[in-house]
């Protein structure tokens, strides 16, 4: 009874404390709330903030409450929500709450249904919510600017009664974000249209994105939101999932459908769902290729197929730290040790137990185990004996 209680009592404690099992946003919080007279009163900041995408890798955003994205706001079908907004921004600003059902002056539209909120402003939202579902908000004034800074977050509603269908162990929600950080620099510059070169998960990049760590069986959610300017088809290993929201309310049943990837368009949300019953390490991130890397440059020759001969030699009579590299792919410059990058620059590819994991930007780690009993990180998956793949024979 005791062992039971050690170990059974973090996830008892979760289900007690809420009708519903709390969204998690990783690498990002929930916003707090405080009830009076029988609504919930939330605060947002809007304001500069510096994030860090990874380690050695930090960026001057735009956000809310000192973070990019913003914190999540949870609330359930049926409650009246009071939001205040303050502007810290050198700018106006206003909050769209994005899918929302709500009066016409509370849709955060500068201009057509608002005043901007100055520089030093407090704005206050009230509405009652009258649908379930996954949402978001974000600014409408100055959008290019503002929402390409990172000013973003979820608003998640539960159902009031959910059926047994609905319900889960785990419930994610992950944000798809896209910058161009000029290398070397700290500010991402809004006004480019399709050269962008992060592509984050809740504004970070692997490795700084935070695992998502699932106990074998449990029943797991992922809500995905897109307030970038691409579309990102964000494929699961190891799975099919069933599609069971776009965007609008939780589709029925007859209409929801299995999928191994799920392309999350601009301006909306996608949930997926499983049952977590293989266990493993099981790569999650976005299928164009591009935005799977961290530091993307473009201005690069392809040398694939080159025959360079003694060209490099020659060069290093001039320039003796000269390397010729990309005539056989670019996979040995991943994880390259004495490859110095620029200052505020995250080197491509990261450490994994069998060596360089060679993807970055929108990637992060399904991490399903037995035996858990928190969701700290658990490392890296050991593999049962004979189930890796390995070297039979080596041709030369
Ligand atoms: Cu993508």
Redesign the pocket.
Known sequence: MYYFLIYVWPFLLLSQLFAYTPVVTPNGTTLDWTMEDGVKVFHLTAEPITRQFAPGLNVNCWGYNGQSPGPTIEVVEGDRVRIFVTNKLPEPTTVHWHGIFLPNGMDGVTGLTQAPIGPGETFKYEFTLRQSGTHMYHPHYDEMTQIGMGMMGFFIIHPKTPTEEEKVDRDFCIM?Q?WFIPIGASTPNPMVMLDFNY?TFNSTVWPGSAPLVVKKGQKVRIRLGNLSM????IHLHGYEFTVTAQGAKRMKPSAQYEAVTINVPVGDTRDIEFIADAPGDWAFH???TH?MMNGMEHDIPNLIGVKLDNIEAKIQKLLPDYMAMGQTGMGEMFGMKGMQGPSNFIPFGSAGQFGTIQMGG?FTVLKVRTGITDYKDPGWYQNPPGTVAEIVMETK
Do not use: G, R, T, Y
């Open positions: 798809l896209e592509f691409d579309s990102h088809p976005c299928h164009k935005h929108m």
